[in-house]
C-alpha cells in the first residue's frame, strides 16, 4: 500500500502560481512512477504531468506545457507540481497518482491515489 497526500492548493490569481507537493508513504516510493491528474467540475479527471521512478524523465499535457514543472525527491519521498501563469482554466481538483511501473497519461492505470487539493484561479 501506498498512501498519498496533497497539499499546496488555494485561491490564486490569473497569472500566478502555486506549488503542489504530495507526500507519500507505505512502500518503496522510488519504486513507483508518480502522476498529477486534475478534475474540473462536470468533467473527466484529465493527465497534467508525470515523472518517471528515477525522475529521468517527464511527460506534459499540451494545455500546461511550458507553464507546470513536474518533480520528485526519492528520499524525501515527496513529488512537487510547480504550476505558472496559472489561467482560470486551470481550476480543478488536482490528485497525485502513483503507479508500479512507467508514466502513463490513462487514470485507470494508476494504482493508488490521493485525496486531491483544490485549485481556483480567479480572473
Known amino acids: 500500500q501506498v498512501q498519498l497526500v496533497e497539499s499546496g492548493g488555494g485561491l490564486v490569481q490569473d497569472g500566478g502560481s502555486l506549488r503542489l507537493s504530495c507526500a507519500a508513504s507505505?512502500?518503496?516510493?522510488?519504486?513507483?512512477?508518480m502522476g498529477w491528474f486534475r478534475q474540473a467540475p462536470g468533467k473527466e479527471r484529465e493527465f497534467v504531468a508525470g515523472i518517471s521512478r528515477s525522475g529521468g524523465t517527464t511527460s506534459y499535457a499540451d494545455s500546461v506545457k511550458g507553464r507546470f514543472t513536474i518533480s520528485r525527491d526519492n528520499a524525501k519521498n515527496t513529488v512537487w507540481l510547480q504550476m505558472n501563469s496559472l489561467k482560470s482554466e486551470d481550476t480543478a481538483v488536482y490528485y497525485c497518482?502513483?503507479?508500479?511501473?512507467?508514466?502513463?497519461?490513462?487514470?485507470?492505470?494508476?494504482?493508488?491515489w490521493g485525496q486531491g487539493t483544490q485549485v481556483t484561479v480567479s480572473s
Open positions: 507505505g512502500r518503496t516510493f522510488s519504486g513507483y512512477a
Open positions: 497518482a502513483a503507479r508500479a511501473s512507467a508514466v502513463s497519461t490513462l487514470t485507470s492505470r494508476y494504482d493508488y
